[in-house]
């Protein structure tokens, strides 16, 4: 268990539709990650918040956007949904360590548009 | 763009037997780490390697970062069933609060009993 905690844990929505999809990270860490991940394209990094504020942005369509609340809690929306959106997303969080970045990733939402 | 190739990308190998997996870039990172991802579950972190011809060892792994710091190799000794899985790298850059995370291609490997 990494401590970071991902809801739902599976869902099925019909194309156009818009999802939320929740992330609780490990107790203490600052960051939160999003990440999408298909067989074609691999574990792509969509987008980082530290403390609330978006800090880096990846792969992340505009039909996307995500947000830290204060109690730093995060959730990922997806709107407008087509076919090819269907992904595993991972939500990670992290601490800064002295040997760098140790993130820990929740064990992902499955999403299925159909 | 950063890109990171592993290969090879697929490897089905019988129990005991070596095997190396090697993760290119033609960039520079600040780190690079290794995670294993089973089905169902999230990638979780094998190693870091920080430093240009860094070895480290973990068990039946040994991890090594290239001199340049763009490229890294995993060698497994006497593989096992558990194993199996998706061996993904990761190249970290450094830049205060926003450190990013870019991961490989991936490598998926089945050993069989």
């Known amino acids: 268990d990494s401590g970071v905690t991902q809801t739902p844990k599976h869902l099925i929505t019909a194309t156009g539709q818009r999802v939320t999809l929740r992330c609780s990270p490990r107790?203490?860490?600052?960051?939160v990650y999003w990440y999408q991940q298909s067989l074609d394209q691999g574990l792509q990094f969509l987008i980082q918040?530290?403390?609330?504020?978006?800090?880096a942005k990846g792969n992340i369509l505009e039909r996307f956007s995500a947000q830290q609340f204060p109690d730093l809690h995060s959730e990922l929306n997806l709107s407008s949904l087509e076919l090819g959106d269907s992904a595993l997303y991972f939500c990670?969080?992290?601490?800064?360590?002295?040997?760098?970045?140790?993130?820990?990733f929740g064990e992902g939402s499955w999403l299925t548009v159909v | 763009t950063q890109l990171l190739e592993q290969s090879p990308q697929f490897l089905s190998i019988q129990e005991g037997e070596n095997l190396t997996v090697y993760c290119n870039s033609s960039?520079?990172?600040?780190?690079l780490q290794w995670y294993r991802q089973e089905p169902g579950e999230g990638p979780v972190l094998l190693v870091t390697?920080?430093?240009?011809?860094e070895v480290k060892k973990l068990k039946r792994l040994t991890f090594q970062f290239g001199d340049a710091r763009k490229d890294s190799s995993l060698h497994i000794t006497a593989a096992q069933p558990g194993d199996t899985g998706l061996y993904l790298c990761?190249?970290?850059?450094?830049?205060?609060?926003?450190?990013?995370?870019?991961f490989g291609t991936g490598t998926l490997l089945a050993v069989q009993p």
């Open positions: 990670a969080s992290s601490s800064r360590t002295v040997a760098g970045n140790t993130i820990y």
């Open positions: 107790s203490g860490d600052l960051s």
């Open positions: 918040y530290y403390n609330g504020e978006e800090r």
């Open positions: 960039s520079v990172f600040s780190s």
């Open positions: 390697v920080v430093t240009g011809g």
């Open positions: 990761a190249g970290v850059t450094y830049g205060g609060a926003t450190n990013k995370l870019i």
